[in-house]
């Protein structure tokens, strides 16, 4: 299964998801000397697991697209920060329309408040007219995240094949104050069920008012319903807290964050070709 999902990223990383070969920037076609940088845009986290494990996909998104400028940039918590990483792209392009300039990808799962105001924000205030900026969607949902948590599901003991009856899969996420952010993860637990065939339900590390479900409280409504097996998939792109809380309550088994997998790095270029695009502009637009 690693092999096989390492070979479809590295793929994917070559061609559009229309299946159309892809020249930039790696072939450096005629007109394709000069794209804009990508900038992953990470939260940040205190345990330090989540730097080295977000530092191993952005190796693994350059190996997919060589020659690519790919950054890192923290909304918190950790170097680089953001604004510091926005700081140290090129003023100045080598065109008349400014520059390639950068597009922000938000390592981040769903809408929230991170991804509507933080980053925007950010990007924003680093935008010049030499530097145009650009927004990318978050990551999720997408079928890129069902390969992963898939994935990452059966190197914890999964079935690889149909599970037995009584199996089922609690979708473990952060939770947010976002009702955008809500609807995004029960559209992946939504996915995640069709792509397993078993029931899947969204909970949350910190539960809100707009996410109130926990971890222990979605795994005793599956027993309830007669799930007698029921692993924890890590809704989570890197370790943390709330990624060992969720892991902590698994009765069965728990799947490790997405981390360094081929189909999320694959998934961070798919984002910034999207917002790529897009028709260049010299302010901050949103893809």
Request: proline share 10%; with cysteine.
């Amino acid at each position: 299964m690693t092999r096989i999902t390492g070979e479809l990223g590295a793929r994917l990383g070559l061609v559009t998801l229309s299946g159309s070969h892809r020249p930039c920037p790696g072939d450096r076609a005629p007109g394709c000397e000069s794209v804009p940088a990508l900038v992953v845009v990470a939260h940040g986290s205190r345990d330090p697991r989540a730097l080295t494990t977000v530092t191993a996909l952005l190796d693994v998104v350059r190996a997919l697209r060589p020659g690519l400028d790919v950054r890192l940039g923290h909304i918190e918590l950790n170097e680089p920060a953001l604004d510091a990483t926005l700081r140290g792209l090129p003023a100045e392009g080598p065109h008349a329309d400014g520059g390639p300039g950068a597009v922000l990808v938000p390592l981040l799962l769903s809408r929230g408040y991170h991804v509507k105001h933080d980053i925007p924000a950010a990007a924003a205030a680093a935008s010049l007219p030499g530097r145009p900026l650009r927004v990318a969607a978050p990551l999720g949902p997408h079928r890129l995240l069902d390969e992963a948590l898939h994935a990452r599901l059966v190197e914890a003991g999964w079935p690889a094949g149909t599970p037995a009856p009584g199996h089922g899969v609690v979708l473990a996420a952060a939770g947010s104050r976002d009702p955008d952010s809500a609807a995004d993860t029960r559209r992946a637990a939504h996915r995640l069920a069709h792509r397993l065939g078993v029931p899947v339900v969204p909970a949350y590390a910190a539960p809100t008012e707009q996410t109130p479900t926990t971890v222990p409280a979605a795994l005793r409504a599956l027993a309830a319903a007669g799930v007698r097996h029921a692993a924890v998939a890590s809704y989570f792109t890197a370790p943390g807290r709330f990624a060992t809380q969720a892991a902590d309550a698994a009765p069965w088994l728990a799947a490790a964050p997405l981390g360094a997998h081929p189909a999320l790095a694959a998934l961070l270029l798919h984002r910034y070709d999207q917002a790529c695009s897009t028709v260049p502009q010299r302010q901050l637009t949103s893809a």
